[in-house]
């Protein structure tokens, strides 16, 4: 998998507002980095989901 163009792709949904596309891109390819045992990648996709929902709670939580 080419983490930076999926990382890329994820970001075109967030920047779009479309954080459940966001999410679940970021999901699936922390998913298939599990199934070829890639623990940087899995890390990398649980940073991203940290980062999609830290921006969530900025713009709408109190």
């Known amino acids: 998998m080419d983490i930076e163009s999926?990382?890329?792709?994820?970001?075109?949904?967030?920047d779009k507002g479309n954080y459940h596309a966001g999410i679940n891109t970021?999901?699936?390819?922390?998913?298939?980095?599990r199934k070829i045992n890639?623990?940087?990648?899995?890390?990398?996709?649980?940073?991203v989901m940290k980062g999609?929902?830290?921006k969530m709670a900025e713009e709408f939580g109190s």
């Open 26 to 33: 970021a999901i699936s390819a922390m998913n298939a980095c």
């Open 52 to 54: 999609i929902i830290n």
């Open 6 to 14: 999926e990382t890329k792709f994820i970001q075109h949904f967030i």
């Open 38 to 47: 890639d623990q940087a990648g899995i890390d990398h996709f649980i940073e």
